[in-house]
């Protein structure tokens, strides 16, 4: 599986952006996508998750109401829609698939196979 994001850049406070990340090769294997993030001198954290097959999504506490995360089957796409952006949202935004069910048990790093190259969002105060 394959993955390339597009969609970060700079905004200002309060701005918003939307990040897509598009999969190919053996997309039948997934069951979830999500994204992270990695500000620099920090781990990568959770931000968000979506089934491929349906249910609700999760979302860290952090951007619980300003994010949304949606997804395109056909397109074999996901979106995150990141509105009131904070500069503590600045970080490199990374798409990640994977092969297990979408429980909140199974959204840390080590249950995601599939990683995208990342892209940066820089958010200016």
């Known amino acids: 599986v394959q993955l390339v994001e597009s969609g970060g850049g700079l905004v200002q406070t309060g701005g918003s952006l939307r990040l897509s990340c598009a999969a190919s090769?053996?997309?039948?294997?997934?069951?979830?996508m999500g994204w992270f993030r990695q500000a620099p001198g920090k781990e990568r954290e959770f931000v968000a998750a979506?089934?491929?097959?349906?249910?609700?999504?999760i979302y860290a506490d952090s951007v619980k109401g300003r994010f949304t995360i949606s997804r395109d089957n056909a397109k074999n796409t996901v979106y995150l829609q990141m509105n009131s952006l904070k500069p503590e949202d600045t970080a490199i935004y990374y798409c990640?698939?994977?092969?297990?069910?979408?429980?909140?048990?199974?959204?840390?790093?080590?249950?995601?196979?599939?990683w995208g190259q990342g892209t940066q969002v820089t958010v200016s105060s």
């Open positions: 979506i089934s491929w097959t349906g249910g609700s999504p």
């Open positions: 990640a698939a994977g092969q297990s069910v979408l429980q909140i048990t199974t959204v840390a790093y080590k249950y995601w196979g599939y």
């Open positions: 090769g053996r997309t039948f294997s997934i069951y979830k």
